[in-house]
């Protein structure tokens, strides 16, 4: 009989590697000038239509303030 060491074969599970943070985070898309230009009209909308409610919650809250005042 020998002496030496013999390995056993356990299989190890086979793990996907974890995606780097690098590229994740690196995506660039590319688009055309014309849908570039509506994307930014859209952000344009959407900001207006959030200073519009800005604007108006701050109107409704100083009549409720001035209400308050009153009574």
Same mark, same amino acid.
């Given at each position: 009989?020998? !002496? *030496?060491?013999?390995? $056993? *074969?356990? +299989?190890? /599970?086979?793990? &996907?590697? /974890?995606?780097? #943070? @690098?590229? %994740? $985070?690196? %995506? !660039?898309y590319r688009v055309s000038k014309a849908? $570039?230009?509506?994307?930014? +009209?859209? =952000?344009?909308? @959407? #900001? +207006? &239509? #959030?200073?519009?409610? &800005?604007?108006?919650? #701050? @109107?409704?809250?100083?009549? +409720? =303030?001035?209400?308050?005042?009153?009574?």
């Amino acid at each position: 009989m020998s !002496t *030496a060491l013999v390995k $056993s *074969a356990v +299989a190890k /599970p086979r793990l &996907a590697k /974890p995606r780097s #943070e @690098v590229i %994740t $985070s690196r %995506t !660039t898309y590319r688009v055309s000038k014309a849908q $570039s230009l509506r994307m930014r +009209a859209y =952000d344009k909308r @959407v #900001e +207006a &239509a #959030e200073a519009k409610k &800005a604007k108006a919650a #701050e @109107v409704q809250k100083a009549k +409720a =303030d001035k209400k308050a005042l009153a009574m």
